[in-house]
């Protein structure tokens, strides 16, 4: 297995980069949770995979830190509905590569389509509202 391509990478379909909000802020923190993503799915090893996954963690709790602090700031009504989501979708990412994301060097698609799936579901839903929302205030 080598750094540049990891088995299975060769496989997977086309990287993909995070849906832009138009809101600056939260599209730079998406880039980060899209390029964490990435990072992880192109772990050359176990330990690597392992110190990503954390990576990963840690930056999707910051991102989701910054935009409850957004949703505080600008008396968003939704506020509790998306915050949930967010503990609901940690919760899930957490379990998700501490059970089946054990298996992630070996099966990149499964990883690949969990975690895009898990990153566009909420960005597309909760977070659009959220940026829309945020653009009408500054206007
Ligand atoms: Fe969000
Ligand atoms: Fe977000």
């Not at 050359?44 to 957004?70: G, K, M, P, Q, V």
């Not at 054990?102 to 099966?107: I, S």
């Not at 960005?123 to 509202?129: C, L, M, P, W």
Request: proline letters at 3%.
């Amino acid at each position: 297995m080598s750094d540049t391509s990891p088995d299975g990478w060769e496989d997977l379909p086309e990287l993909r980069t995070a849906p832009m909000l138009g809101h600056d802020g939260i599209d730079q923190d998406h880039a980060r949770v899209a390029a964490a993503i990435d990072r992880l799915l192109s772990a050359a090893s176990r330990s690597e995979f392992s110190r990503r996954t954390n990576d990963l963690i840690e930056i999707w709790r910051d991102h989701c830190a910054y935009e409850e602090a957004l949703m505080q700031e600008s008396g968003y009504p939704d506020f509790e509905a998306h915050r949930k989501e967010h503990r609901a979708l940690s919760n899930e990412l957490a379990m998700f590569l501490l059970t089946s994301g054990r298996d992630g060097l070996n099966d990149r698609r499964v990883l690949f389509r969990y975690l895009w799936g898990w990153f566009e579901m909420h960005s597309d839903g909760q977070d659009s509202q959220l940026a829309a929302f945020l653009n009408r205030e500054t206007r």
